[in-house]
């Protein structure tokens, strides 16, 4: 497809598993973005990729979070021992390069029970 | 940490009418200004972005003003729609980093 692509949609489970969301930004864009929007609030900056490199993960709120990037192109959020202040979407965004404007996935809903 | 105030949270708007949605910032630091439209169960999607050399930037019925001594910037929807009813936010860049910084969003009803 044309645009950033993540998986699963949605997802729900269980406080204290580990969760991995992914995302497929649009092909050549060499900057990538993970945000967090909790509900009813603005985006909250979680992490930037350039290429493989992550020069700017001050967004992570805790040691629980993680992401990584591969071949240039997926990008996966790790979230350890989930819990319920974790509920919420996560957005991925990609850009050409880090000073272009940013487009945004439709996200996944992640519930945690 | 809310560096970009925006507001109002929520606007009414009949059919036909201007919908204006204000941002306020605090730190002068910035390079980019865009605004996102969100649907719900969509991701925002980029509606028009400005720069701080520029005071205003129109593109069809949207429009950016820019006022760099008051640090504040708007939105102005002219002839607004029920098509344009949606969540809109406001962001910016700082001149550091690549990280978008949003408002906590303005929920938009356009009356038929």
């Known amino acids: 497809g044309a645009g950033v692509s993540q998986s699963p949609s949605n997802k729900v489970t269980e406080k204290g598993k580990d969760v991995e969301l992914r995302c497929d930004p649009i092909?050549?864009?060499?900057?990538l973005y993970w945000y967090r929007q909790r509900l009813g609030q603005g985006l909250e900056f979680l992490i930037y990729?350039?290429?493989?490199?992550?020069?700017?993960k001050s967004g992570l709120p805790s040691d629980r979070f993680s992401a990584e990037r591969t071949g240039e192109s997926v990008s996966t959020l790790t979230i350890q021992r989930t819990q319920q202040e974790d509920s919420a979407v996560y957005l991925c965004?990609?850009?050409?390069?880090?000073?272009?404007?940013?487009?945004f996935g439709d996200g996944t809903r992640l519930s945690i029970l | 940490q809310q560096q970009v105030k925006q507001s109002p949270q929520s606007l009414i708007v009949q059919k036909g009418g201007i919908s204006i949605i204000n941002c306020a910032y605090e730190?002068?630091?910035?390079?980019?200004f865009p605004w996102y439209q969100q649907f719900p169960g969509k991701g925002p999607a980029l509606l028009i972005a400005?720069?701080?050399?520029?005071s205003e930037k129109k593109e069809g019925r949207f429009t950016i003003s820019f006022n760099k001594s008051a640090k504040q910037f708007s939105l102005h929807i002219m002839d607004s729609q029920p098509g344009d009813s949606a969540t809109y936010f406001c962001?910016?860049?700082?001149?550091?980093?690549?990280?978008?910084?949003f408002g906590k969003g303005t929920s938009l009803l356009v009356t038929p």
């Open positions: 400005i720069r701080p050399d520029v």
């Open positions: 990729f350039q290429g493989n490199s992550a020069p700017d």
């Open positions: 092909s050549g864009h060499t900057a």
């Open positions: 965004a990609s850009s050409q390069q880090g000073n272009q404007p940013q487009h």
């Open positions: 962001a910016f860049r700082s001149n550091s980093g690549y990280a978008l910084n």
């Open positions: 730190n002068t630091a910035f390079d980019y």
